[in-house]
């Protein structure tokens, strides 16, 4: 049995990997996939390839094509989801702003450096054509840190993904002022290169597997259901989450890399582009 450790955030989209490793999938191929949830997000994901402390990382397309760059030594094995990040852009329900326009210059909460929540503050200022040197952050760690400091005012707006935090919005602690889409594919897998090398074809038939159920995962029967119950979702959204949700079996493409890399270092997230070589391995 060969012992593969994986981590990744614990949200819906994620689910396949959790079916997989319930029924069996993995452990009837010899591998004992240990799969750890990781709330912080892909900050603490990318500091978890670089310390071994994961082999495998289901983590944000723009956050670990940065930290790769950064020397984080790890390589993109494929898309896991095609479709954009749809970030929610949340302020406290009793917030005095109204607009995103009324967010230029305020403070933003995020989960650590170089998460996505920091990443995509930058790709919405650039969208409204903001300074970028005036964005202002408050570390929260976590989605119940981001309650806390934009009730007690410590921040003035959180971005997360939009149907994950719909409950808080549900329930009026938060308020979405609007949506702000990633330009590019969610979700890419991830691994470090010392576990691509020593175990090539136990990562392929991971990868192998977990298609198998991306491919299908809309047909099971009774998913919405499944996916609302364990995530603490209303069918509906689930529903309407799902029709917007798209899994990719593919690798990332060069172009589409350099879309990724152009936009982070327009805004200055990247101060130079990797090679493709050096961010990508197809297996």
């Known amino acids: 049995m060969k012992t593969i450790k994986i981590a990744g955030v614990p949200e819906h ?61 790890s390589k993109i094995v494929q898309v896991y989801v095609q479709s954009p990040l749809i970030w929610g852009i949340h302020v406290a329900a ?9 967010l230029e210059n305020t403070k933003a909460a995020i989960s650590r450096k170089g998460s996505g929540s920091e990443l995509m503050a930058y790709v919405n200022a650039g969208n409204q054509n903001w300074n970028t040197q005036n964005l ?55 691994v ?28 099971i029967p009774s998913i919405d259901r499944t996916l609302a119950s364990r995530y603490q979702q209303k069918p509906e959204d689930i529903r309407e989450w799902l029709s917007l949700t798209k899994w990719s079996q593919k690798n990332l493409s060069e172009e589409m890399l350099n879309k990724v890399q152009n936009q982070l270092l327009e805004l200055s997230i990247i101060d130079k582009k990797g090679t493709f070589a050096q961010i990508v391995k197809s297996l």
């Open 94 to 102: 009793n917030s005095k702003f109204q607009t995103l326009s009324d």
């Open 13 to 73: 989209f994620n689910l396949p990997w959790q079916l997989c490793i319930e029924n069996g999938e993995f452990e009837v191929e010899g591998i004992d996939l240990q799969w750890t949830n990781i709330p912080e997000g892909t900050g603490k994901l990318c500091q978890m390839l670089r310390d071994g402390e994961t082999d495998i990382a289901v983590i944000l397309t723009e956050g670990i094509v940065k930290d790769i760059i950064a020397g984080n030594p």
């Open 192 to 219: 470090r290169d010392e576990a691509l090398e020593k175990h090539t074809g136990t990562i392929k038939r991971i990868l192998e597997i977990i298609n198998n159920t991306t491919i299908e995962f809309k047909d």
């Open 136 to 190: 202002q952050f408050e570390i929260v760690n976590t989605i119940d840190g981001a309650v806390e400091a934009l009730t007690n005012g410590t921040a003035d707006y959180f971005m997360w993904e939009r149907f994950m935090t719909k409950p808080l919005v549900d329930k009026g602690i938060f308020r979405r002022i609007t949506d702000c889409p990633t330009p590019w594919p969610s979700f890419v897998i991830a």
